[in-house]
């Protein structure tokens, strides 16, 4: 494409690493496994989409098989992390002291007393 | 094992991805991908029967088609807020887990359910019980159970019932 698809993708390229790097200070600022998990899976969501778009758009001959990874990225990401969430709630994993609420303990809790 | 519609379809979806990424048609490849996507559906052809829940109707694509763009609108604004708490000095969270109820029945629309809620603002799924959702969610906004579905389930389900049921 022409100089000018190559500046707008570079741009969006460039949008989506930032958002890869807030998502990067997000796990390093973030109290407890479950916020960590939050920050990551959004950032690294969006930011991989943009970059792949900006891809896309300084190479359209390779657009069709960008588009399948965004879209194989869209299910597998939040998967992934609803997998460690699981798992990290399962094993009672220490949540941060600012936690207010966890229905899944009580709910759980009080299924072994009964 | 019989070639019924819950095979061929599984079947054809992945053979066709395989194509797409390949971007040919050669027959070493093609042989390549036949045999893998065979073995993928028969190995795991008792979990499989979720790609067949899919409504082929009218409503349904349109539902798809404006359920996308919900979708990336929501996810849009789930990374500027993330981005404005990471950025702030004191670290604006109320973190805590609550439970949320579905209508969906498919497990298909479930999934695609609990996916959506993760990549949208603030929420995250952390367990499936039946129709019971167990949320985390990095500013609570309300912890009684119709209050937090209408905020974090409602905007999705009504699409993906129209898709899935």
């Given at each position: 494409m022409g100089p000018l698809f190559d500046i707008l993708g570079g741009l969006?390229?460039?949008a989506g690493t930032a958002f890869l790097l807030l998502g990067g200070l997000g796990l390093n600022r973030m109290p407890d496994v479950f916020n960590r998990i939050q920050a990551g899976t959004k950032a690294t969501t969006l930011g991989t989409i943009l970059t792949l778009t900006g891809i896309a758009m300084m190479h359209p001959d390779w657009a069709l098989k960008l588009l399948l990874i965004g879209m194989f990225l869209l299910f597998s990401n939040p998967l992934s992390s609803q997998v460690l969430a699981r798992a990290a709630e399962r094993t009672h994993v220490?949540?941060?002291?600012?936690?207010?609420?966890?229905?899944?303990?009580?709910?759980?809790d009080q299924g072994e007393e009964a | 094992m019989v070639l019924t519609r819950e095979f061929t379809k599984p079947f054809a979806a992945l053979l066709f991805f395989w194509i797409l990424l390949n971007g040919t048609l050669a027959p070493d490849t093609l042989l390549i991908g036949v045999v893998a996507s065979f073995a993928i559906v028969w190995f795991l052809r008792?979990?499989?029967?979720?790609?067949?829940?899919?409504?082929?109707?009218?409503?349904?694509?349109i539902a798809a088609f404006k359920y996308t763009g919900?979708?990336?609108?929501?996810?849009?604004?789930?990374?500027?807020a993330l981005a404005?708490?990471?950025?702030?000095?004191?670290?604006?969270?109320?973190?805590?887990?609550?439970?949320?109820?579905?209508?969906l029945k498919s497990k298909m629309g479930r999934l695609l359910l609990a996916n959506s809620i993760t990549l949208t603002p603030g929420t995250l799924t952390v367990e499936i019980e039946g129709e019971y959702l167990y949320i985390h969610w990095v500013n609570i906004e309300s912890d009684d159970i119709d209050a937090a579905t209408e905020s974090i389930v409602a905007g999705f389900e009504k699409y993906l019932e129209v898709i899935y049921g």
């Open positions: 969006v390229l460039v220490h949540k941060t002291s600012r936690t207010r609420i966890d229905r899944f303990e009580q709910d759980h | 008792e979990s499989m029967s979720f790609l067949n829940e899919f409504r082929a109707t009218p409503q349904a694509f919900y979708f990336l609108k929501e996810l849009v604004k789930s990374n500027i404005r708490v990471v950025l702030s000095p004191d670290l604006p969270i109320n973190p805590g887990i609550v439970k949320v109820r579905t209508r």
